[in-house]
């Protein structure tokens, strides 16, 4: 999945916040977006430790030493931090090896795939319908990680030279 596939309106703010700093340089506040996520931190910072990975190819070992680093770098609200810790924990429950590349684009978006048919079942089943069904259950903490791991990724792909909107 490429950067450019993202649409904007999974971005939120951050979509504006790392355009402006990928052109200055300046540092963040870990200001929440619509969806409560944040990416604080500098902007270089962030940019180094983001570098280091590819989101498309990463172990799980490796996905837990980017969070941690993400973390002491003031780049993660403890919500983000806690989302990335229960998908390194949800990669361990389905098998993957600790040092197994996986994207986690592609986890994710099969992952939420298969919640959605389950919800569909759900709804089928519910005698009021989808009034009767909790979606944010079902959904909630899957759109949580994928719209944060999508943010990562644009951010990852931001250049000086290339404004995010021209990216995204």
């Given at each position: 999945?490429?950067?450019?596939?993202?649409?904007?309106?999974?971005?939120?703010?951050?979509?504006?916040?790392?355009?402006?700093?990928?052109?200055?340089?300046?540092?963040?506040?870990?200001?929440?977006?619509?969806?409560?996520?944040?990416?604080?931190?500098?902007?270089?910072?962030?940019?180094?430790?983001?570098?280091?990975?590819?989101?498309e190819e990463i172990s799980p070992s490796e996905l837990s030493t980017m969070t941690?680093?993400?973390?002491?770098?003031?780049?993660?609200?403890?919500?983000?931090?806690?989302?990335?810790?229960?998908?390194?924990?949800?990669?361990?429950?389905?098998?993957?090896?600790?040092?197994?590349?996986?994207?986690?684009?592609?986890?994710?978006?099969?992952?939420?795939?298969?919640?959605?048919?389950?919800?569909?079942?759900?709804?089928?089943?519910?005698?009021?319908?989808?009034?009767?069904?909790?979606?944010?259950?079902?959904?909630?903490?899957t759109v949580r990680q994928l719209s944060?791991?999508?943010?990562?990724?644009?951010?990852?792909?931001?250049?000086?030279?290339?404004?995010?909107?021209?990216?995204?």
């Amino acid at each position: 999945m490429s950067v450019a596939s993202i649409p904007q309106s999974v971005l939120g703010s951050l979509g504006s916040i790392a355009a402006g700093n990928a052109i200055s340089g300046a540092s963040t506040s870990a200001a929440p977006d619509a969806s409560g996520s944040s990416l604080g931190g500098s902007s270089a910072q962030v940019h180094s430790i983001l570098a280091a990975y590819n989101l498309e190819e990463i172990s799980p070992s490796e996905l837990s030493t980017m969070t941690q680093q993400l973390q002491q770098a003031g780049a993660l609200s403890p919500a983000d931090f806690a989302d990335l810790t229960q998908l390194r924990s949800q990669l361990d429950s389905e098998g993957t090896q600790p040092e197994e590349p996986v994207n986690l684009l592609d986890f994710l978006n099969d992952k939420l795939s298969t919640q959605k048919k389950q919800l569909n079942t759900a709804v089928q089943k519910s005698p009021n319908g989808a009034a009767g069904v909790n979606t944010d259950a079902y959904l909630g903490q899957t759109v949580r990680q994928l719209s944060l791991v999508q943010k990562l990724a644009t951010v990852q792909g931001a250049t000086g030279n290339d404004p995010l909107d021209e990216v995204a």
